[in-house]
C-alpha cells in the first residue's frame, strides 16, 4: 500500500511516535488529519508537515470523548471526502505498584485514553474505511501481549486493544479492510515521564535510566510504515516481544521473571 493521496487520521499527533509518524507520513504525500489535546503542539506537527504535496489539517480532538472522535471524523470528511487509514496512536501511561496506588482513577483515565478512545474513532471511522476498504491501525505495546509490574492499568489498557482489534480483523474480514495491530517495547519518547503517578498525576520524571535499550523514534515509525505498506495483522518490534507469546507457553514463570528485570525500575 502507497500513502500518496491517501487520507490518514492519526490520533496523538501533538508529540513522540504520532508527531514522527506524520511527517514521515508527509514525507510520503499523504493527505493528513492530526488530532490530540494540545492544539500548540498540533500546529507545530503541523507545521513540520506542511513541506509537502498532501494537504494536511490539525483537529484539536480528546479521544475520551465520543463526540470529540466524530466531530474529528467528520471534519476529517469535510476536508478530504474520504478516509483510507485510522491510526489509534493517542495514548497514556502509569507507572505505580497496584498496592501503592492512591488515586484508583487512574485505572479508568488511562482505559478511556488507550482502550475507549480507540473504540469511539474506530467507530465513527469504520464506514468510511469500509467504502474505501482502507487500513485500521492501533498502536499498542508489548504490554499488550503479557503481564509487566508497575504497569497493571496500562498492561490492562494494551490487551483490551488487543482483543478489539483482533475481534474487529475477524468481523470486518470480506469487507476490505485489514486491522493491523503493532507493539512497540520500549522508544525514546516522553510517555514514562508523562505518565500518572500512584497520586494520579504525570510523574514529570521517567523512573527508568531512559538512555539505555530505547528504540529511536525513527526507528519505531520507520517500522510502523513498514507494516502498514504490507497490512501486516502483527507487528511485534523486539525479539522478547516476539518471543514472548511462544515462552509463555512453554515457561510462563521464567517470562514473568524476565519482564519483571527487564523494567529497570
Ligand atoms: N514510547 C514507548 O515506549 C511506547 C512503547 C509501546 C507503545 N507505545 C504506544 O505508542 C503510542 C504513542 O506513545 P508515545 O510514546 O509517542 O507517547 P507520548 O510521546 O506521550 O505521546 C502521546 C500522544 O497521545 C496524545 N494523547 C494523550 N491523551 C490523549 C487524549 N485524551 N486525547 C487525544 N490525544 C491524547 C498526546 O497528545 P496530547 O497530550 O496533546 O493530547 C500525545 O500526542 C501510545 O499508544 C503508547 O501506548 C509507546
Redesign the pocket.
Known sequence: MSFANKTIVL??????????LAISLAQQDANLVL?????Q??EQTLTACTNYPGKVIAVA?????AE?CQQLITQAIAAFGQIDVLI??????MLTRFDEVRDISIFEQVM???YL?AVYCSHYALPYLKASRGLLVA?????GKTGVPTRTG?VA??HAMQGLFDTLRIELHSTGVDVVV??????????????LGADGKPLGKSPRDETQG??S?DE?VRQIIWAMERRKREHI?TLKGKVLPWAKLIVPGLVDRITAASIGN
Do not use: E, H, W
Open positions: 490520533t496523538g499527533a501533538s508529540a513522540g511516535i504520532g508527531r514522527r488530532a490530540a489535546r494540545n492544539q503542539a498540533l480532538t480528546d479521544v475520551t470523548q470529540a489509534n496512536n493517542a495514548g497514556i501511561g478511556r485514553v488507550n478512545g498502536i499498542s505495546s508489548i504490554c496500562y489498557s494494551k503493532i507493539s512497540p517495547g520500549f522508544v525514546a519518547t516522553d510517555i514514562r515521564q508523562r505518565a530505547n528504540m523514534v519505531c518490534m
